[in-house]
């Protein structure tokens, strides 16, 4: 069974940087999957923040692309989150998941298709 | 981006009825090389982080009951989930894959009636 864990502090002061971490086991992080950070306010739709694929390659949401930086470490089986600059507006819940690949053998591509599991989640408040 | 947007926002279905859920994408999500819709659908309960009911649109994910269904194509997207259940009070998501980044709808809150 796959298992996701987040790890970092719940409490950053304004301008000051989140730093989390998700520990992975349960399946091989150097596997053929994506590994994702997404956030939630209260009340609102889930917000995609970006991913990572053991080789180190990444993609990041536009909007947070210059704050953001997800980096991997495969020796510990975990991946994490580096975001800058935080303000009040960064305060919400952080899930770290897994981004499930499946070979489409019509289109000859392999696709990112669902994002499961999740790890249960880390409240951050960005605070004085 | 690609705009999610869900309707309604908020239901409330007896036990044992219908419950259906639209979701609009603001571009198509239909593949045209492999005829595949790049949209997913979550679930959410109070104090749980999403778990996922379907991919592709229609593809139920292994171990979700047959009566949560998906469907429709391109733009317009319906979840249904048949004969609700006392355990389906939640929150719903739809999610879009076709490109990057991904996006979720508002959500829909569903209660029982």
């Known amino acids: 069974q796959v298992h996701l864990q987040e790890s970092g502090p719940g409490l950053v002061k304004p301008s000051g940087t989140l730093s989390l971490t998700c520990a992975v086991s349960?399946?091989?992080?150097?596997?053929?999957?994506?590994w994702t950070w997404v956030r939630q306010s209260p009340g609102k739709g889930p917000e995609w923040i970006g991913e990572?694929?053991?080789?180190?390659?990444?993609n990041y949401n536009p909007s947070l692309q210059s704050r953001v930086t997800i980096s991997v470490d495969k020796s510990r089986s975990e991946f994490s989150l580096k975001m800058t600059s935080v303000t009040a507006a960064d305060t919400a819940v952080y899930y770290c998941?897994?981004?499930?690949?499946?070979?489409?053998?019509?289109?000859?591509?392999?696709?990112?298709?669902?994002?499961?599991?999740w790890g249960p989640g880390t409240r951050v408040a960005v605070s004085s | 981006d690609i705009l999610m947007t869900q309707s309604p926002d908020s239901l409330a279905v007896s036990l044992g009825e219908r419950a259906t859920i639209n979701c609009k994408s603001s571009q198509s999500l239909l593949y045209s090389s492999n005829n595949k819709n790049y949209l997913g659908w979550y679930q959410q309960k109070p104090g749980q982080p999403p778990k996922v009911l379907i991919y592709w649109a229609s593809t139920r994910e292994t171990g979700v009951p047959d009566r949560f269904s998906g469907s429709g194509s391109g733009t317009n997207f319906t979840l249904t989930i048949n004969s609700l259940q006392a355990e389906d009070v939640a929150v719903y998501f739809c999610q879009q894959y076709f490109g990057t980044p991904l996006t979720f709808g508002q959500g829909t809150n569903v209660e029982i009636k």
């Open positions: 998941a897994r981004n499930i690949v499946v070979v489409v053998a019509a289109s000859v591509s392999r696709v990112r298709t669902r994002l499961d599991p």
């Open positions: 349960g399946d091989s992080i150097t596997s053929s999957n994506w």
């Open positions: 990572i694929y053991h080789t180190g390659a990444a």
